[in-house]
Antibody
Framework: EGQLVESGGSVVQPGRSLTISCKAS????????INWVRQAPGKGLEWVGC??????????HYGASVRGRFTISRDDSKGIAYLQMNSLKTEDTAVYFC????????WGQGTLVIVSS | DVVLTQSPLSLPVTLGQPASISCKSS???????????LTWFHQRPGQSPRRLIY???IRDSGVPDRFSGSGSGTDFTLKVSRMEAEDVGVYYC?????????FGQGTKLEI
């Protein structure tokens, strides 16, 4: 069946950077797109971005609110995806989930990022 | 960006009674490949979302058959035929036809 495990969330000051990770196990990581989705406290789900598999060109797409500040990467040999977040703002405070496939059939448990001075 | 509008945003339901959630898209979600990539998720408090239905009406393995999805083009519906206690939580629709992907605002189902 497999699973995804996020890690690396922490408290960070506005304007600083943070990189969080998504570690996959139990399936062939390189065959699947990996999405990042976030959820601010008490709010709904917001799609952050996606790194498609090599079979679909390995293209990367971002939501408008993070484009130019966030970068998604992946290491298929290690089964890990990363979300590098630069120029963080207080409104980036959220639980960050990674999810498998375009229609997200599998989710991680999430990692909390708090942007605060 | 494609806007998904869910209604209602909150829905009190009696145990054993049906519930219905609407998700309306600002653009047709029919992809060039002929598929419609409209997905439904359920999220309980403090938990990660769980996918229930994909491509409008295909139920995931292990999802009770009291859940059903329907619709086409821009109008979609998730139905629960008989509400059970474990069905409380927030339900989201998401489209995976266009970039960027977008979610509906969420509908809170409560007893």
């Amino acid at each position: 069946e497999g699973q995804l495990v996020e890690s690396g969330g922490s408290v960070v000051q506005p304007g600083r950077s943070l990189t969080i990770s998504c570690k996959a196990s139990g399936f062939k990581f390189g065959d699947f797109a990996i999405n990042w989705v976030r959820q601010a406290p008490g709010k709904g789900l917001e799609w952050v971005g996606c790194f498609r598999s090599k079979a679909y060109g390995g293209t990367v797409h971002y939501g408008a609110s993070v484009r130019g500040r966030f970068t998604i990467s992946r290491d298929d040999s290690k089964g890990i995806a990363y979300l590098q977040m630069n120029s963080l703002k207080t409104e980036d405070t959220a639980v960050y989930f990674c999810g498998r496939k375009n229609q997200i059939d599998m989710w991680g448990q999430g990692t909390l990022v708090i942007v605060s001075s | 960006d494609v806007v998904l509008t869910q209604s209602p945003l909150s829905l009190p339901v009696t145990l054993g009674q049906p519930a219905s959630i609407s998700c309306k898209s600002s653009l047709s979600l029919v992809d060039d490949d002929g598929n419609t990539y409209l997905t439904w998720f359920h999220q309980r408090p403090g938990q990660s979302p769980r996918r229930l239905i994909y491509k409008v009406s295909i139920r995931d393995s292990g999802v009770p058959d009291r859940f059903s999805g329907s619709g086409s083009g821009t109008d979609f519906t998730l139905k629960v035929s008989r509400m059970e206690a474990e069905d409380v939580g927030v339900y989201y629709c998401m489209q995976a036809t266009y970039w960027p992907r977008t979610f509906g605002q969420g509908t809170k189902l409560e007893i």
